[in-house]
């Protein structure tokens, strides 16, 4: 498990998509972002933002797209001929992927607090720790059911782009949705991603009731997710 | 001793019988080639042998229960890991089988399979031949008692097919038992000690190669493989 482990990062550190989705344009969207737009609240909502932003992008968009690589290519069904069980190559893998995405979010969070001069209580930056760790295995596990609902990279493509976009619009991850119309604000209360961000954003502001319920819908979110992988995974196309 | 029997299996797909009740036995140390027309069965046949699919009907014994341990398995779309070099393929497919292996083994092992060039070359990246070297390469890392290729030199120029049957012949004077998939009749005659010919989900001849051709009196194993894959059509 280690092995697998400890090439899946090695391998990553090579995938330019996470240079550039997960590390450098949520650096430079929250840096660039915080600094121009003047508002005293503002740095702290596009750094939370811009790390559940690099969490998505990673865990879930590029993981769908090396998921469906390996059932296309015949990983799956050559691990049926190996003594290695499937969940154990299934949970290592998932297990990098989530760390790497961990990785991630927390160098934009440490470039966003370093640059904007944001004061962040101890207390707050380990309340932050589980909810990026549960939030991206949770994203994680749904790129496997995205994969197995997907026959090619551009069914891949589609199904990520139909469901970040609407994630990411109807949060308030980059803007206040306060006036937004009704609907918007309906969407947002039913919207995993928007209980992401306020998880973290409970976290930054030390407010322990409302992290403790959004880090519960988190959970929750990762136990479906995790449940729709397993009962979706597929081994090969035919 | 047989490593593996399959006695009457059968495996339809979608209301078509793609295996038609087969008998295939496989014996210690010996290089066996499975022919036969495209939609023939081969592949779905040695989906059924390795696990992989289960068949309707028949059974398939085995030499031992742990056997996913004691063999390599080389499928036809050479399934390495997208965005590892051939060297960290070496390392996780080690890792797959359970086995430890150091940095010598491992250049050993590319040494073997004159791939010391390009360990730090991206799988994808490598060509056909050093793809199917590679292939090879991680499917006897772990010294498997039941070696398993299909269609191991499909799609290379003479050289690297030449080198593809020289590893075959290597690994079975090492004392692993082959059994490979193959439309290449030369490379069948070269290497095989027995053939399976397979044509519409059935089998219509095995034996030793010169046996199979004093049997039908064919010149050679193309125009017997022609001679039987036209005679089953022409019976029907």
């Known amino acids: 498990m280690r092995t697998i482990f400890s090439l899946t990062f090695k391998s990553a550190g090579r995938d330019p998509f996470l240079l550039l989705w997960s590390i450098i344009l949520p650096i430079g969207g929250s840096i660039g972002l915080g600094i121009f737009i003047k508002s005293p609240e503002y740095p702290e909502r596009i750094l939370t933002g811009m790390m559940a932003a690099s969490i998505l992008f990673y865990a879930f968009t590029t993981t769908s797209f090396a998921i469906l690589t390996q059932r296309r290519r015949g990983v799956y069904n050559l691990l049926r001929v190996t003594p290695m069980p499937l969940w154990r190559y299934v949970c290592s893998i998932s297990g990098a992927w989530t760390s790497i995405s961990f990785l991630c979010a927390m160098l934009v969070m440490l470039s966003g607090i370093f640059a904007l001069k944001l004061r962040v209580p101890v207390q707050a930056f380990l309340a932050v720790i589980p909810v990026l760790l549960f939030a991206a295995l949770s994203y994680v596990f749904f790129s496997f059911f995205i994969a197995s609902l997907s026959r090619t990279e551009n069914n891949v493509s589609m199904l990520t782009n139909i469901i970040t976009m609407p994630l990411l619009f109807s949060s308030s991850a980059f803007y206040s949705l306060d006036n937004t119309p009704e609907f918007i604000q309906i969407v947002n209360r039913f919207n995993p991603f928007q209980w992401f961000v306020n998880a973290l954003r409970s976290a930054f502001d030390l407010a322990w009731a409302s992290y403790l319920i959004n880090m519960g819908l988190v959970l929750l979110v990762a136990i479906v997710a995790l449940l729709l992988a397993l009962k979706t995974f597929r081994y090969a196309d035919i | ?236």
């Open chain 2, 1 to 236: 001793m047989n490593l593996m029997e399959a006695k009457s299996i059968r495996k339809q797909f979608h209301n078509r019988e793609v295996v038609k009740g087969i008998n295939v036995e496989i014996k210690q140390g010996e290089i066996l080639a499975l022919i036969g027309t495209n939609g023939a069965g081969k592949s779905t046949t040695l989906a059924m042998l390795l696990g992989i699919l289960q068949p309707d009907a028949g059974t398939i014994t085995r030499w031992r229960e742990d056997f996913r341990a004691h063999i390599g398995v080389q499928l036809q779309s050479t399934p390495f890991f997208e965005g590892y070099t051939a060297e960290e393929n070496l390392r996780l497919f080690a890792a797959l089988y359970n086995v430890k292996v150091d940095k010598q083994q491992i250049q050993r092992k590319l040494e073997e399979c004159n791939l010391q060039e390009a360990r730090k070359t991206l799988a994808s990246r490598l060509s056909g031949g050093q793809q199917k070297r590679l292939a090879i390469a991680v499917t006897t890392l772990h010294n498997p008692d039941f070696i398993i290729l299909d269609e191991p030199a499909a799609g290379l120029d003479p050289r690297a097919r030449h080198e593809v049957r020289n590893m075959i012949q290597r690994l079975a004077e090492n004392g692993a038992t082959v059994l490979f998939s193959s439309h290449d009749m030369e490379e069948v005659s070269r290497i095989a000690d027995r053939i399976i010919l397979m044509h519409e989900g059935q089998i219509v001849a095995q034996g030793q190669p010169e046996s199979l051709l004093q049997q039908y009196h064919a010149e050679n194993l193309e125009s017997l493989y022609l001679e039987l894959t036209d005679n089953t059509q022409a019976g029907r």
